[in-house]
Every structure is written in C-alpha cells, then in structure tokens.
C-alpha cells in the first residue's frame, strides 16, 4: 500500500509538472501572436481612450498605464470626472456623485484590481514574479471556437481562467473569481475586434458581466492606443 501511495504522489507531481509546461508553452504562443514578449516587455507607457457604455448611458475615458503597475483612468460624467488610480503603493478614487472633492483610499482588494489594470503586459507575463500559479485545465470547444483553458492562481486564492483559442492563440474570454469587501464576485469578459496597432494586437472590444452588476453588461469600446507617450508625473499624484 505504502509503494502504491508513492508511485501515487510521484505521478501526481509529475502530471502538474507536465501541465505547468503545457501551460507555459501555450503562454509563449499567446506572446509571440500578440507581437512578442520583447516588444511587451519594452512598452513603458500606454495611453487609451474610448467610450464604456452600460445600457443606453455611454461615457468617455482615457486611461493610463505607467510600467510596472501605475494607472489612472479618467471617466467623463456631465462634464466632470471620476477617477480611479493605482500610485504605485496605494489605490485611490474620486467620485464628485459620491460628494468628493478628494481622493478616497480604497480598500486592499480594489487597490489589488486596480494595480493590476496598470500591469501592461498582463499577469501571464509576470505570474512568477508575483508568486502566483498557472495550471493547464483542459482543450474544449466553447461556442464553435477550440480553445485552451488556463487557470491563473494569485496568492489571495483569487483565480482567472483563461479561453485561448487554439488556432490563433488569442485571448477570446476570461472568467474570474475574487473576493471583495467579504463578497465573492464572479465576472466574465470577452474580447474582440482585435487590430494591429504599432507592432502588437490588442482587442478594441472588451464585454464584461459581473455579479456584482447584477447581469449588467458593460461594453468597451477603445477608440485610440498610444504606447510610450510622456505621461505626467502629477497624474499620479493624490491632492
């Protein structure tokens, strides 16, 4: 029985392993279709603006992504602005319908969210810097498409399974679990119209339903993508 146990733990072991690999493989071929982990790796800044719209409410944005995991976005509400931040330590928001005239400090997990959005080339390049872990689940189809699913562990338990397609090697959708203010949050988002621009493919589509939002849909649509403009460093600085 103890050999049995052995021979057991020891196939297990080498099965994760086996899957760790495939897992990485498979995370290459997304980098090399979306222009190459290099090129990723050398973006410093981004700059995005588009629109986000929930129902018939449609409103403008422009984000800002500063490498390793600055961001800020700007949300046009009836001529004034909500803000969302990461700094670099801590997240902030400023919500002038809330009665704002300040930034807030946001809780651990929305600071956690938010320090991920300035991650620019995303948590499967930085998975083991960030001591997280990465598993390949199984190959399937899902709505006529064949696609690769991995699963992508953080060290709060938090977790994003990842839908890419076998041909392409493109990211078609993305499903997380997280835990927010003692809630557990689930969210599907979905990517499409993909483009080419500079010398990467980025999706301009992006559909997100979340349980928070009750089923509410939230759409965007980006308009422009601009890589390693000068940022301003006051952008980034809570008054």
Do not use: C
């Amino acid at each position: 029985m103890v050999r049995n146990l052995f021979f057991i733990v020891i196939s297990t072991v080498l099965l994760n392993t086996v899957y760790s690999q495939s897992a990485d493989e498979i995370i290459d071929k997304h980098y090399e279709a979306i222009g190459g982990k290099e090129i990723w790796k050398s973006i410093k800044t981004l700059k995005t603006t588009g629109n986000v719209s929930m129902g018939p409410m449609v409103l403008n944005f422009t984000s800002y992504q500063v490498s390793p995991d600055k961001f800020r976005m700007d949300v046009d509400m009836q001529g004034q602005s909500l803000v969302q931040l990461f700094d670099g330590t801590d997240g902030w928001m400023l919500n002038p319908f809330k009665g704002d005239t300040k930034f807030e400090k946001v809780d651990k997990e929305t600071a956690k969210g938010l320090k991920e959005k300035g991650n620019i080339a995303g948590k499967l390049m930085t998975y083991k810097e960030d001591g997280a872990q990465i598993t390949y689940l199984v190959k399937e189809t899902v709505d006529s498409v064949e696609v690769f699913k991995i699963k992508y562990q953080d060290s709060d338990g938090d977790f994003t399974v990842y839908f890419i397609d076998t041909e392409t090697f493109m990211i078609n959708k993305l499903e997380t679990e997280r835990t927010i203010q003692g809630k557990n949050i689930t969210a599907e988002v979905i990517f499409g119209d993909f483009k080419t621009t500079g010398k990467v493919i980025l999706p301009f589509e992006i559909v997100t339903t979340t349980s928070a939002n009750r089923g509410m849909v939230q759409k965007v649509t980006i308009e422009k993508v601009e890589f390693d403009v000068e940022v301003d460093k006051g952008l980034f600085e809570v008054k």
